[in-house]
């Protein structure tokens, strides 16, 4: 069971760019590491997915190094919009029981 | 798309009481998923599904919990009888396939009084 750890909080001010990064020390072979947002009152939402090296979409990045053990979501010009709760996942469904969402990272952008 | 679809947004009941939570997954997701979210535990699985088959349900916190999906386009989570330690925020979420993201529900916050 792959345990990930964030940091609990992070400020950040509009325009900026902002990078979160998630340890997960036990991930296995087949794990994947997906990245969710959630805003207060609603479901989190997928953000990006990835194996290994980068993966970019047009909301987000995510860089993961050779061994996997740690994965970094890049966000690029934050906007006070982006104030929210964001979890890093890793698992492999269909074990999906196995992927648990940590305590999520805080992030509070500023004007 | 209406995305998946939960029912009712907001239950209050009171203790001892039968709590049914709906929810209808998008059109095509083979996987769906309950989570139950609180302050203290976080975002917890409790039971998924894979082709209306539950696959785990190691997540259920006790037998008062149980979970149905009777057909690809329904699922149900009843708590009966229903406590309120179980207050809580309960997410469906479904997906299409074991390498894509989870797309949740909006949904139930529940409060047992």
């Known amino acids: 069971l792959a345990k990930t750890t964030q940091p609990i909080s992070m400020d950040s001010y509009e325009g900026q760019e902002v990078n979160i990064t998630c340890s997960h020390n036990?991930?296995?072979?087949?794990?994947?590491i997906t990245w969710y947002q959630q805003f207060p009152s609603q479901g989190p939402r997928f953000i990006i997915q990835?194996?290994?090296t980068k993966v970019t979409n047009e909301v987000a990045s995510l860089f993961i190094p050779a061994d996997r053990k740690s994965s970094t979501l890049s966000l690029p010009r934050v906007s006070l919009s982006d104030t929210a709760v964001y979890y890093c996942l890793v698992g492999d469904m269909p074990n999906a029981g196995k992927s648990t969402f940590g305590d999520g990272t805080t992030l509070t952008v500023k004007p | 798309d209406a995305g998946v679809i939960q029912s009712p947004r907001h239950e209050v009941t009171e203790m001892g009481q039968e709590v049914t939570l709906r929810c209808k997954p998008i059109s095509g997701h083979d996987y769906l998923f309950w989570y139950r979210q609180t302050m203290m535990r976080g975002l917890e699985l409790l039971i998924y599904f894979n082709n209306n088959v539950p696959i785990d349900d190691s997540g259920m916190p006790e037998d008062r919990f149980s979970a149905k999906m009777p057909n690809a386009s329904f699922s149900t989570l009843k708590i009966q009888p229903s406590e309120p330690r179980d207050s809580a925020v309960y997410f469906c979420a479904s997906s299409s396939s074991p390498r894509v993201g989870y797309t949740f529900g909006s949904g139930t916050r529940l409060t047992v009084v």
């Open positions: 990835g194996y290994k």
């Open positions: 036990n991930i296995a072979t087949n794990d994947y």
